[in-house]
Protein backbone atom coordinates (compact mmCIF):
# COMPACT_ATOMS: atom_id res chain seq x y z
CA UNK A 1 0.00 0.00 0.00
CA UNK A 2 1.08 3.78 -0.60
CA UNK A 3 1.54 5.32 2.79
CA UNK A 4 0.70 9.00 3.43
CA UNK A 5 2.47 11.11 5.69
CA UNK A 6 1.19 14.72 6.57
CA UNK A 7 3.05 17.38 8.30
CA UNK A 8 2.42 18.84 10.59
CA UNK A 9 -0.15 16.68 12.43
CA UNK A 10 -1.63 20.05 14.22
CA UNK A 11 -0.55 23.88 13.91
CA UNK A 12 -1.69 26.70 15.79
CA UNK A 13 -2.50 29.93 13.67
CA UNK A 14 -4.85 33.06 13.60
CA UNK A 15 -7.29 34.46 11.05
CA UNK A 16 -5.40 36.31 8.29
CA UNK A 17 -2.30 33.94 8.65
CA UNK A 18 -1.00 32.13 5.59
CA UNK A 19 -0.98 28.18 6.42
CA UNK A 20 1.10 25.40 4.60
CA UNK A 21 0.32 21.55 4.85
CA UNK A 22 2.92 18.96 3.28
CA UNK A 23 1.92 15.24 2.17
CA UNK A 24 4.62 13.08 1.17
CA UNK A 25 3.77 9.59 -1.01
CA UNK A 26 5.84 6.49 -0.38
CA UNK A 27 6.52 6.22 -4.23
CA UNK A 28 5.73 8.07 -6.77
CA UNK A 29 1.41 8.91 -7.41
CA UNK A 30 1.83 11.75 -10.20
CA UNK A 31 -0.37 14.10 -9.32
CA UNK A 32 -3.22 11.48 -8.00
CA UNK A 33 -3.55 13.72 -5.43
CA UNK A 34 -6.76 15.16 -3.05
CA UNK A 35 -7.14 17.26 -0.54
CA UNK A 36 -10.33 17.20 1.95
CA UNK A 37 -11.27 19.51 4.58
CA UNK A 38 -13.19 18.35 7.73
CA UNK A 39 -15.24 20.27 10.18
CA UNK A 40 -15.90 18.38 13.66
CA UNK A 41 -18.60 16.31 13.73
CA UNK A 42 -19.16 16.68 9.68
CA UNK A 43 -18.35 14.47 6.66
CA UNK A 44 -14.81 15.41 4.76
CA UNK A 45 -15.29 18.12 1.66
CA UNK A 46 -13.17 17.91 -1.50
CA UNK A 47 -11.14 21.13 -1.58
CA UNK A 48 -8.70 20.09 -4.67
CA UNK A 49 -8.09 17.38 -6.35
CA UNK A 50 -5.66 16.06 -8.99
CA UNK A 51 -2.97 17.90 -7.02
CA UNK A 52 -4.00 21.45 -7.97
CA UNK A 53 -7.64 22.19 -8.84
CA UNK A 54 -9.95 23.88 -6.78
CA UNK A 55 -13.31 22.15 -6.19
CA UNK A 56 -16.26 23.82 -7.73
CA UNK A 57 -17.47 25.95 -4.82
CA UNK A 58 -14.07 26.25 -2.50
CA UNK A 59 -12.94 29.62 -2.22
CA UNK A 60 -9.65 30.82 -3.81
CA UNK A 61 -7.71 30.48 -0.79
CA UNK A 62 -7.44 27.38 -1.03
CA UNK A 63 -4.51 25.99 -3.32
CA UNK A 64 -2.60 22.60 -3.78
CA UNK A 65 0.71 21.85 -5.82
CA UNK A 66 3.06 19.22 -6.19
CA UNK A 67 3.85 15.68 -8.20
CA UNK A 68 5.05 12.56 -7.77
CA UNK A 69 5.92 12.07 -4.01
CA UNK A 70 5.82 15.64 -2.59
CA UNK A 71 2.36 17.84 -2.47
CA UNK A 72 1.42 21.17 -0.55
CA UNK A 73 -2.02 22.41 0.82
CA UNK A 74 -1.69 26.57 1.10
CA UNK A 75 -4.34 28.33 2.76
CA UNK A 76 -3.98 32.08 2.38
CA UNK A 77 -5.71 34.74 4.60
CA UNK A 78 -6.67 32.06 6.84
CA UNK A 79 -10.84 32.62 7.65
CA UNK A 80 -12.55 31.02 11.18
CA UNK A 81 -14.44 28.69 9.22
CA UNK A 82 -11.11 27.43 7.93
CA UNK A 83 -10.05 26.11 11.41
CA UNK A 84 -10.58 22.04 11.09
CA UNK A 85 -8.68 18.67 9.88
CA UNK A 86 -7.37 18.46 6.40
CA UNK A 87 -6.29 14.95 5.17
CA UNK A 88 -4.44 14.29 1.81
CA UNK A 89 -5.57 11.12 0.02
CA UNK A 90 -3.64 9.25 -3.00
CA UNK A 91 -5.71 8.14 -5.64
CA UNK A 92 -3.10 6.61 -8.07
CA UNK A 93 -3.51 3.02 -6.99
CA UNK A 94 -5.68 0.98 -4.61
CA UNK A 95 -6.35 0.97 -1.71
CA UNK A 96 -7.24 5.19 -1.44
CA UNK A 97 -5.00 5.85 1.18
CA UNK A 98 -5.03 9.16 3.35
CA UNK A 99 -2.70 10.71 5.54
CA UNK A 100 -2.95 11.16 9.31
CA UNK A 101 -4.80 14.27 9.03
CA UNK A 102 -3.40 18.04 9.81
CA UNK A 103 -5.55 19.68 12.38
CA UNK A 104 -5.17 23.98 12.74
CA UNK A 105 -6.26 25.17 15.87
CA UNK A 106 -6.72 28.80 16.84
CA UNK B 1 -29.13 18.21 -5.84
CA UNK B 2 -26.72 15.56 -5.51
CA UNK B 3 -27.62 13.83 -2.00
CA UNK B 4 -26.27 10.51 0.04
CA UNK B 5 -28.49 9.96 2.78
CA UNK B 6 -27.35 7.11 5.54
CA UNK B 7 -29.12 5.04 7.72
CA UNK B 8 -29.25 5.75 11.55
CA UNK B 9 -26.75 4.98 14.82
CA UNK B 10 -26.11 1.09 15.37
CA UNK B 11 -25.11 -0.62 18.43
CA UNK B 12 -24.05 -3.72 18.22
CA UNK B 13 -22.40 -6.42 20.07
CA UNK B 14 -19.42 -8.08 19.64
CA UNK B 15 -19.25 -10.77 16.68
CA UNK B 16 -22.51 -9.24 15.70
CA UNK B 17 -23.19 -7.65 12.15
CA UNK B 18 -24.22 -4.44 10.44
CA UNK B 19 -26.14 -3.44 7.58
CA UNK B 20 -25.35 0.41 6.88
CA UNK B 21 -27.58 1.83 4.01
CA UNK B 22 -26.67 5.20 1.70
CA UNK B 23 -29.71 6.38 -0.47
CA UNK B 24 -28.52 8.42 -3.07
CA UNK B 25 -30.65 11.46 -5.09
CA UNK B 26 -29.95 14.00 -7.46
CA UNK B 27 -28.29 11.56 -9.95
CA UNK B 28 -28.04 8.72 -12.01
CA UNK B 29 -26.39 5.80 -9.54
CA UNK B 30 -25.11 3.88 -12.08
CA UNK B 31 -22.85 6.21 -13.65
CA UNK B 32 -20.61 6.55 -10.81
CA UNK B 33 -18.90 4.01 -8.49
CA UNK B 34 -19.34 4.41 -4.29
CA UNK B 35 -16.68 4.24 -1.79
CA UNK B 36 -17.06 3.29 2.06
CA UNK B 37 -14.82 5.23 4.43
CA UNK B 38 -14.99 4.84 7.64
CA UNK B 39 -13.45 7.07 10.96
CA UNK B 40 -12.72 5.82 14.81
CA UNK B 41 -13.20 8.26 17.25
CA UNK B 42 -11.02 10.64 17.24
CA UNK B 43 -8.69 8.91 14.47
CA UNK B 44 -8.22 9.44 10.95
CA UNK B 45 -9.71 8.52 7.12
CA UNK B 46 -9.79 4.83 6.66
CA UNK B 47 -10.99 3.45 3.17
CA UNK B 48 -12.47 0.08 2.78
CA UNK B 49 -13.65 -0.51 -0.26
CA UNK B 50 -15.84 0.40 -3.47
CA UNK B 51 -18.87 -0.84 -5.43
CA UNK B 52 -18.97 -0.56 -9.18
CA UNK B 53 -22.88 0.61 -8.84
CA UNK B 54 -23.63 -0.57 -12.92
CA UNK B 55 -21.72 -4.29 -12.63
CA UNK B 56 -22.28 -4.57 -8.52
CA UNK B 57 -18.42 -5.56 -8.94
CA UNK B 58 -16.51 -4.88 -5.72
CA UNK B 59 -13.12 -4.08 -4.46
CA UNK B 60 -11.80 -4.55 -0.70
CA UNK B 61 -9.06 -3.30 1.37
CA UNK B 62 -7.36 -6.20 2.23
CA UNK B 63 -8.11 -5.53 5.77
CA UNK B 64 -11.45 -6.21 5.60
CA UNK B 65 -11.17 -8.87 3.32
CA UNK B 66 -13.24 -11.93 4.48
CA UNK B 67 -15.87 -9.57 6.51
CA UNK B 68 -17.55 -6.70 4.56
CA UNK B 69 -19.49 -7.45 1.39
CA UNK B 70 -20.88 -3.73 -0.59
CA UNK B 71 -23.90 -4.27 -2.32
CA UNK B 72 -26.90 -2.11 -4.40
CA UNK B 73 -30.45 -2.24 -5.32
CA UNK B 74 -30.58 0.23 -8.07
CA UNK B 75 -34.06 0.08 -8.06
CA UNK B 76 -34.20 2.25 -5.34
CA UNK B 77 -30.95 3.95 -5.43
CA UNK B 78 -29.60 2.31 -2.40
CA UNK B 79 -25.93 1.40 -1.55
CA UNK B 80 -25.33 -0.86 1.26
CA UNK B 81 -22.36 -2.01 3.41
CA UNK B 82 -22.33 -5.12 5.58
CA UNK B 83 -19.54 -5.61 8.12
CA UNK B 84 -19.42 -8.77 10.30
CA UNK B 85 -17.75 -10.25 13.05
CA UNK B 86 -17.58 -6.78 14.58
CA UNK B 87 -15.23 -6.36 17.29
CA UNK B 88 -14.91 -3.30 19.51
CA UNK B 89 -12.37 -1.71 16.87
CA UNK B 90 -14.47 -1.44 14.25
CA UNK B 91 -16.39 1.21 16.46
CA UNK B 92 -16.44 4.58 14.10
CA UNK B 93 -18.16 6.42 11.68
CA UNK B 94 -19.21 5.19 8.75
CA UNK B 95 -19.45 7.38 4.96
CA UNK B 96 -20.41 6.21 2.04
CA UNK B 97 -18.61 8.43 -0.62
CA UNK B 98 -19.21 8.64 -4.82
CA UNK B 99 -16.17 8.64 -6.88
CA UNK B 100 -15.85 11.04 -9.59
CA UNK B 101 -13.57 10.28 -12.27
CA UNK B 102 -12.46 12.21 -15.38
CA UNK B 103 -9.90 12.24 -17.64
CA UNK B 104 -6.75 14.24 -17.97
CA UNK B 105 -3.87 13.85 -19.91
CA UNK B 106 -4.72 10.38 -21.04
CA UNK B 107 -4.94 9.90 -17.12
CA UNK B 108 -7.92 8.64 -15.46
CA UNK B 109 -8.05 10.77 -11.80
CA UNK B 110 -10.74 9.93 -9.11
CA UNK B 111 -11.75 11.60 -6.11
CA UNK B 112 -14.78 11.92 -3.42
CA UNK B 113 -17.03 14.55 -4.39
CA UNK B 114 -20.05 13.79 -2.32
CA UNK B 115 -20.31 12.51 0.69
CA UNK B 116 -23.16 11.17 3.01
CA UNK B 117 -23.63 12.05 6.80
CA UNK B 118 -22.29 9.19 8.42
CA UNK B 119 -23.49 6.34 10.55
CA UNK B 120 -22.28 5.71 13.95
CA UNK B 121 -21.50 1.75 14.87
CA UNK B 122 -20.93 1.00 18.41
CA UNK B 123 -19.72 -2.02 18.87
CA UNK B 124 -20.41 -3.02 22.97
CA UNK B 125 -20.78 -5.48 25.17
Known amino acids: DIQMTQSPSSLSASVGDRVTITCRAS??????LNWYQQRPGKAPKVLIY???SLQSGVPSRFSGSGSGTAFTLTISDLQPEDFATYYC?????????FGQGTRIEI | QVLLVQSGTEVKKPGASVKVSCKAS????????MYWVRQAPGQGLEWMGW????????AYAQKFLGRVTMTRDTSISTVYMDLSGLRSDDTAVYYC??????????????????WGEGTTVIVSS
Open chain 2, 26 to 33: GYTLIDYY
Open chain 1, 50 to 52: GAS
Open chain 1, 27 to 32: QSISRH
Open chain 1, 89 to 97: QQSDSPPAT
Open chain 2, 51 to 58: INLKSGGT
Open chain 2, 97 to 114: AREYRYNWNTNDYYYMDV
